[in-house]
């Protein structure tokens, strides 16, 4: 499957723990997404990459929370001393600047649970 | 913030009928675009349609955007109960300098056999 990937695909954890997720993105992707969805709504954008440089940052994405894409493959999204509010589907997605990234494709996304 | 609201929020419909959602947004566009989202298979592209375009068709579905309204439907014909998902409409602003999906609240669509 060359699809985007993500791990883990489920994370339980208590308040006040860090918790860090990774997306590895469809391999020529040169743009790279973050999506926090809670239930019920759609995702909402936190924060965008374009190869390694991270080109925006949603006012969601608190001073709790940092994304990477070193070497502009994988990405890591890691969010420090957990908060209940930070209970979510994070989904990434990736597109290609030569397909004019009109398609995101999306992975699966990590759940996380923050008891 | 979601950029928009979905219309209904849920709809219930029979195997063969169609299906009509609607969306509604707020800024100028680039593109809108339609995605479904189900438990087996995440977020997946259905659609994009142009701020310059009018209509647009996909096999069983057919996308409309009015601009002046600020509106766009999404019309599944003859569904099936693999149509059963959440749909939500993205819009692609303009003026943000890369493609920043802003998504509605989305529609719950459930197709009964």
């Known amino acids: 499957d060359t699809g985007v990937s993500q791990d883990p695909r489920h994370k339980i954890t208590k308040r006040g723990q860090n918790v860090t997720f990774r997306c590895d993105p469809i391999?020529?992707?040169?743009?790279l997404y973050w999506y926090r969805q809670t239930l019920g709504q759609g995702p909402e954008f936190l924060t965008y990459f374009q190869n390694e440089a991270q080109l925006e940052k949603s006012r969601l994405l608190s001073d709790r929370f940092s994304a990477e894409r070193p070497k502009g493959s994988f990405s890591t999204l890691e969010i420090q001393r957990t908060e209940q509010g930070d209970s979510a589907m994070y989904l990434c997605a990736s597109s290609s600047y030569r397909d004019r990234g009109y398609e995101q494709y999306f992975g699966p996304g990590t759940r996380l649970t923050v008891t | 913030s979601q950029q928009g609201e979905e219309d209904p929020q849920a709809l219930s419909i029979q195997e063969g009928e169609n299906a009509t959602m609607n969306c509604s947004y707020k800024?100028?566009?680039?593109?809108l675009q339609w995605y479904r989202q189900n438990s087996g298979r995440g977020l997946v592209h259905l659609i994009l349609i142009r701020s310059n375009e009018r209509e647009k068709h996909s096999g069983r579905l057919r996308v409309t955007l009015d601009t002046s309204k600020k509106s766009s439907s999404l019309l599944i014909t003859a569904s099936r109960a693999a149509d059963t998902a959440s749909y939500f409409c993205a819009t692609d602003q303009m003026n943000t300098g890369f493609q920043k999906l802003v998504f509605g609240t989305g529609t719950r669509l459930l197709v009964s056999p």
């Open positions: 391999s020529e992707h040169n743009r």
């Open positions: 800024t100028s566009i680039n593109n």
